[in-house]
């Protein structure tokens, strides 16, 4: 087949060839300078951006590679941020695959909780807003707390939680509302359902509980997770197969997430890409799934290889601490042989500095776990919470 990918990154989730072998099928890219030494020789065409961050620039570098190395079978791109640019390619090309409108399913999140709604699952109540007039509107007729997010974003990025009694315009303050939804805050233990579709069912999925929130990792909070095998589990993963049904996603991995309120679940949001932080690495390690490899290898009309057993017995969990933006760090304890269940660590050295820029990466700590059980991961979280010692400094001091 003949490929293009569409690629921002340069760790090893961009090794791509293996996952695809690059003499049995001619792999174009348009990519970043960093990734340039990891395509090797063995690119068709190779289009180098200094960021994909402008669409009309990939497209116009995606239109090179069609003259030098088309027509494409395919148009691959795994960040959420490059999967809206991914189809508008397509579209451009006229290249099999998602087109741009089922693409905003899992990009704009009143389109993706207006599908949802329509398939008669409940999600909470919300409305496109662009000013915070709107915002207080809404906000007086849920009666309750209501969160404010970009219609696009990811990571709670710009999330704001307005509760009752405080002032939205104080809230909102320096946020440009244009391309922003309101809805209702409902409460509940929030759980992500990460997995994989192939010819429009799911073939492999995993329900997880979240210790924390995403929203409470960009305020400074820990977040962890923590795989579940119980029937509340399966209630979870049932509900979110429903949802897939509903935005009728075919082929690719998903990361979708569920409020588990006192009336039920309740959809949150999804993402047809990978789940970010700690997941790709836990279900790699604890049960054999390579997701950014089995989505590739969808793309282009292979079968998955890498789906474990439909019952696994064995639980996996992940704890990420922010970085102290600002701070320097001095020292740190590793973890391992120290802690129950923990298999994996990844720590910053000392000297290293927190701008804030990290993400999921340059953290303060990134755990990993796998035991016969969910308690004994939330357990292994506390106790490293209680026992990982280290030494900050602000900058400059």
Same mark, same amino acid.
């Given at each position: 087949? +003949? &490929?293009?990918?569409?690629?921002?990154?340069?760790?090893?989730?961009?090794?791509?060839?293996?996952?695809?072998? =690059? @003499?049995?099928?001619?792999?174009?890219?348009?990519?970043?300078?960093? =990734?340039?030494?990891?395509?090797?020789?063995?690119? +068709?065409?190779?289009? *180098?951006?200094?960021?994909?961050?402008?669409?009309?620039?990939?497209?116009?570098?995606?239109? +090179?590679?069609?003259?030098?190395?088309?027509?494409?079978?395919?148009?691959?791109?795994?960040?959420?941020?490059?999967?809206?640019?991914?189809?508008?390619?397509?579209?451009?090309?006229?290249?099999?695959?998602?087109?741009?409108?089922?693409?905003?399913?899992?990009?704009?999140?009143?389109?993706?909780?207006?599908?949802?709604?329509?398939?008669?699952?409940?999600?909470?109540?919300?409305?496109?807003?662009?000013?915070?007039? @709107? *915002?207080?509107?809404?906000?007086?007729?849920?009666?309750?707390?209501?969160?404010?997010?970009?219609?696009?974003?990811?990571?709670?990025?710009? /999330?704001?939680?307005?509760?009752?009694?405080?002032?939205?315009?104080?809230?909102?303050?320096?946020?440009?509302?244009?391309?922003?939804?309101?809805?209702?805050?409902?409460?509940?233990?929030?759980? =992500?359902?990460?997995?994989?579709?192939?010819?429009?069912?799911?073939?492999?999925?995993?329900?997880?509980?979240?210790?924390?929130?995403?929203?409470?990792?960009?305020?400074?909070?820990?977040?962890?997770?923590?795989?579940?095998?119980?029937?509340?589990?399966?209630?979870?993963?049932?509900?979110?197969? &429903?949802?897939?049904?509903?935005?009728?996603?075919?082929?690719?991995?998903?990361?979708?997430? /569920?409020?588990?309120?006192?009336?039920?679940?309740?959809?949150?949001?999804?993402?047809?890409?990978?789940?970010?932080?700690?997941?790709?690495?836990?279900?790699?390690?604890?049960?054999?799934?390579?997701?950014?490899?089995?989505?590739?290898?969808?793309?282009?009309? @292979?079968?998955? +290889?890498?789906?474990?057993?439909?019952?696994?017995?064995?639980?996996?969990?992940?704890?990420?601490?922010?970085?102290?933006?600002?701070?320097?760090? *001095?020292?740190?304890?590793?973890?391992?042989?120290? /802690?129950?269940?923990?298999?994996?660590?990844?720590?910053?050295?000392?000297? =290293?500095?927190?701008?804030?820029?990290?993400?999921?990466?340059?953290?303060?700590?990134?755990?990993?776990?796998?035991?016969?059980?969910?308690?004994?991961?939330?357990?292994?979280?506390?106790?490293? &919470?209680?026992?990982?010692?280290?030494?900050?400094?602000?900058?400059?001091?």
């Amino acid at each position: 087949m +003949r &490929l293009l990918i569409l690629n921002r990154h340069s760790d090893s989730f961009a090794e791509y060839d293996r996952y695809i072998d =690059h @003499q049995e099928h001619e792999v174009s890219y348009v990519t970043v300078p960093e =990734h340039v030494p990891m395509t090797g020789r063995s690119s +068709r065409h190779l289009e *180098v951006l200094s960021s994909l961050s402008d669409e009309q620039q990939v497209l116009r570098a995606a239109e +090179r590679c069609h003259r030098e190395a088309g027509p494409f079978d395919a148009v691959f791109a795994q960040s959420e941020f490059d999967l809206l640019t991914a189809a508008a390619v397509r579209e451009q090309l006229s290249v099999p695959g998602p087109g741009v409108q089922a693409t905003r399913l899992f990009r704009d999140k009143p389109r993706m909780k207006e599908a949802v709604a329509e398939a008669g699952l409940r999600v909470p109540r919300f409305v496109s807003v662009t000013s915070v007039a @709107q *915002v207080v509107e809404f906000a007086r007729t849920c009666g309750g707390a209501v969160v404010a997010k970009p219609r696009a974003g990811a990571a709670s990025g710009g /999330v704001v939680v307005i509760e009752p009694g405080t002032d939205p315009a104080a809230a909102l303050a320096g946020l440009d509302l244009a391309e922003y939804e309101a809805e209702e805050h409902v409460s509940g233990p929030i759980w =992500h359902v990460d997995g994989l579709r192939h010819r429009g069912r799911t073939c492999f999925q995993l329900s997880s509980q979240y210790i924390g929130t995403c929203f409470g990792f960009t305020r400074g909070e820990p977040l962890a997770s923590v795989v579940r095998l119980d029937e509340k589990a399966d209630l979870i993963g049932e509900f979110a197969g &429903l949802c897939l049904d509903a935005l009728d996603l075919r082929d690719g991995p998903f990361h979708l997430e /569920v409020i588990d309120s006192a009336d039920g679940p309740v959809f949150l949001e999804v993402g047809a890409r990978v789940g970010g932080g700690e997941i790709p690495f836990v279900l790699h390690d604890v049960y054999g799934v390579d997701l950014v490899g089995d989505w590739l290898r969808v793309v282009i009309a @292979q079968a998955p +290889r890498t789906l474990p057993p439909r019952t696994p017995r064995e639980h996996a969990g992940f704890l990420m601490l922010p970085e102290p933006e600002g701070m320097t760090l *001095v020292s740190r304890e590793s973890l391992l042989e120290r /802690v129950e269940c923990l298999y994996s660590e990844v720590l910053p050295e000392p000297g =290293h500095r927190f701008d804030g820029a990290g993400g999921y990466e340059e953290l303060l700590g990134r755990f990993r776990y796998r035991a016969p059980s969910a308690k004994h991961i939330t357990d292994a979280v506390v106790e490293t &919470l209680q026992t990982y010692r280290y030494v900050l400094t602000e900058e400059g001091r």
